[in-house]
Every structure is written in C-alpha cells, then in structure tokens.
C-alpha cells in the first residue's frame, strides 16, 4: 500500500502556508500543482533550482536532484520537483536564486563567465 504524507510549505515570498497529502511515490511539486498550491518553478526536472527549499522537518528523497550539490543536499536544501516525501515535512521556500548563488556564485552567468570558463582579469 502506497504511504501518504502531509507537506507543509512555507512560501516565504508570498507569506503562504499550506499543507498538501503526497503519496510516497508521487513528486511534491506535481502534487502541490495538482492541488492548486503552485511553489516556485522552472523547468521541472532537478535542473534549475527554482524550486529548491529548506527542509525544516523530515525527510525526503530526491535521487534525480542533479541542480543541486551533494553538499547542498547535506545541508538541508531539496528541489521540490524531484523529491518524494520519506515522512510528513515542513518545507520553506529559499530566497531568491539563493541556491544557485550559493552553488555558482553571484557573478555566474552574469558577464564574469563565459563557456563554463572564468575570464581572467589581466
Ligand atoms: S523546477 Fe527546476 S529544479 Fe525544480
């Protein structure tokens, strides 16, 4: 029998709190969508991070999460689209890009790099 969850997600921005029931095996943000609660997100596919969170309480699994570093995970960041629930969870929306600046810096993207390569200041 497929487990369900409840998920609480704080979104900070908007100064919302709602709690949606996701099944084990189903992606948060595809049920958070399905019942009219829209997070934060892009391309729904562990790429971007758009939708990254804090995990405040409980676990979750998010094997697919290739946007976001092992050492992010680690510290307690998930991407909601690619993440199943473990046990009930209490989630907080981040600020904003602040896991793509924590994982790439302010300036990535930004005119400092180019092709993946830094340009050197000479
Ligand atoms: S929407 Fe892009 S990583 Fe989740």
Do not use: W
């Given at each position: 029998m497929t487990k369900t969850y409840k998920?609480?997600?704080?979104?900070?921005q908007e100064n919302r709190i709602q709690?949606?029931?996701v099944?084990?095996?189903?992606?948060i943000l595809a049920t958070a969508e399905k019942q009219a609660v829209e997070p934060p997100f892009s391309c729904?596919?562990?790429?971007c991070t758009t939708c990254a969170v804090r995990v405040l309480e409980g676990k979750?699994?998010?094997?697919?999460?290739?946007?976001?570093s092992p050492e992010l995970q680690r510290k307690g960041y998930a991407l909601l689209?690619?993440?199943?629930?473990?046990s009930d969870l209490v989630v907080e929306t981040q600020d904003e890009d602040e896991v793509y600046e924590l994982q790439f810096g302010?300036?990535?993207g930004r005119?400092?790099?180019r092709f993946g390569i830094p340009i050197e200041d000479d």
């Open positions: 998920v609480t997600i704080h979104h900070r709690t949606i029931e099944p084990e095996d189903q992606y729904r596919n562990g790429a979750l699994y998010q094997p697919e999460a290739m946007g976001l689209c690619v993440s199943y629930p473990r302010r300036y990535f005119g400092k790099v």
